[in-house]
């Protein structure tokens, strides 16, 4: 049975581009040709719940306590994360998406979440330094679940109606509790299987968040309000404009602060500043919807962004490695 289940996941990890695609033309058809599907918290947080909590058995906590190693590399990575991308996006929403402000929540949202696992993969496919990238990650985790209930509700103003408390019982059940329970899970696996035996199943937790993230998807362009995005298709174009921008800034920025470091750790911060959490983006987003069409639009600045991060994460590797990497 495992051996069919990591096939599957090997396949979803491999064609996830063209298969989120794919989900959000399902949901979106679903919506305008059978009605969609009204809005279910308990379903939508079940969803986020399985598409977060296999991200995180692959993620140690203990990786925390190397930063003082990597001073300088998270350092960095802190203020381009949390100070340089909000007031970029912020600037990209106001300036073009003046009269779509959940658009622009969207992209707030995403600059507020900030690196992810696919950090990890991006940096090591680069020969960057691979404990530095998991340092990013884990002092990004730990700060956003400090800074998002804060900073959300105001950079979202009044289209959120939910305070820092709201949120931070949202980030409660996405984050801190699947935090948990993957830790725990990762210790039983590592305890059952050694080391060794573990890193063989970490690409099966990958491919089963991946199925996760799908199955969200599905869900949120499946929505009953979403009929607005097949009669139009303006509003997408409008999205991936800015969305573009964001992430050639990052890219840029964060190569030209790095010029200095070593390239193993330039790499780890570019990709620690550059790759977007965007799944825990939906799991964050998910509960705080509501039923009305703007919210979706949220999300779907959120699921538009794969579709940037992605190419643009592939084309930097390619990039970095035939530039950038000191030639041996």
Same mark, same amino acid.
């Given at each position: ?132 990238? =998991?340092? $990013?990650?884990?002092?990004? &985790? #730990?700060? *956003?679940?400090?800074? @998002?209930?804060?900073? %959300? /509700? ?88 800015? =969305?573009? $921008?964001?992430?050639?800034? &990052? #890219?840029? *920025?964060?190569?030209? @602060?790095?010029?200095? %470091? /070593? ?66």
């Amino acid at each position: 049975m495992l051996p069919e289940i990591q096939k599957l996941t090997s396949f979803v990890q491999t064609h996830l581009t063209k298969l989120i695609l794919s989900v959000m033309i399902l949901g979106v058809a679903n919506s305008y040709f059978f009605g969609g599907i009204p809005f279910n918290l308990g379903i939508c947080a079940a969803a986020s719940f399985l598409m977060i909590y296999p991200m995180f058995i692959n993620l140690r906590i203990e990786d925390m306590m190397e930063m003082g190693q990597h001073r300088v590399p998270v350092v960095l990575s802190v203020l381009i994360n949390f100070i340089f991308s909000p007031a970029l996006a912020w600037g990209l929403g106001y300036f073009l998406l003046p009269g779509e402000p959940y658009l622009a929540l969207g992209l707030m949202l995403i600059s507020l979440i900030p690196t992810s696992g696919m950090t990890a993969t991006w940096t090591e496919r680069s020969g960057g330094n691979l404990k530095a990238a =998991l340092s $990013i990650i884990a002092v990004s &985790l #730990f700060l *956003v679940i400090l800074l @998002l209930p804060v900073a %959300l /509700p105001v950079f979202a103003g009044n289209l959120l109606e939910a305070g820092p408390w709201f949120i931070f019982q949202r980030i409660l059940l996405v984050i801190i509790i699947p935090l948990i329970l993957g830790d725990l899970t990762r210790r039983y696996l590592v305890k059952k299987n050694g080391q060794e035996g573990f890193k063989k199943l970490k690409p099966l937790f990958s491919g089963l968040s991946s199925m996760g993230l799908l199955l969200v998807l599905f869900l949120i362009m499946s929505l009953d309000a979403n009929r607005q995005l097949a009669e139009n298709p303006v509003l997408v174009v409008k999205t991936l404009i800015p =969305l573009l $921008i964001y992430y050639l800034v &990052l #890219f840029t *920025v964060s190569t030209i @602060l790095t010029k200095s %470091l /070593p390239y193993p750790s330039r790499i780890a911060v570019v990709f620690g500043t550059s790759v977007r959490y965007l799944a825990l983006g939906l799991g964050i987003a998910v509960p705080l919807l509501g039923t009305g069409s703007e919210s979706s639009q949220v999300v779907l600045a959120i699921a538009l962004a794969f579709f940037v991060q992605v190419p643009a994460s592939s084309f930097y590797s390619k990039w970095a490695i035939a530039s950038l990497k000191p030639k041996s």
